[in-house]
């Protein structure tokens, strides 16, 4: 009886072309983004565990509403979701300067 349901089990049909097809740019879609992610003045990249903190910023933000959310603000491409507060700018955890934060991504 198992040997009437192999062949049928890895039998290539249309359906399984464009399962594979849909598994192959769903792979290359899937390539990290955090590797085209990094700091424009030292060449440090963030992982998705780096996170950032809406907080009240004088300089260079001009930001003074913080609301305390800790997010990683590169999967929300800087802005806050606690707030929505759209950040312009990005501080480095390596060198802890400045930088807009549309000039990280590669």
Known sequence: MHEAT????FKK?????ELLKKHRETDSESEDPFKRIRCPRCGWRPSR???WY?????????YMDGCG????TF?????CPGCRHQWKW???????????????YE
């Open 13 to 17: 049909t249309q359906d399984t072309d």
């Open 69 to 72: 959310t800790s997010w990683n």
């Open 49 to 51: 565990s780096s996170l």
């Open 90 to 104: 990005t501080t480095c955890h390596r060198c802890q300067q400045w930088s807009l934060h549309e000039e990280w």
């Open 6 to 9: 192999i062949p049928i089990l």
């Open 54 to 62: 809406c907080s009240s910023c004088p300089q260079p933000e001009n």
């Open 75 to 79: 999967e929300t491409r800087g802005r």
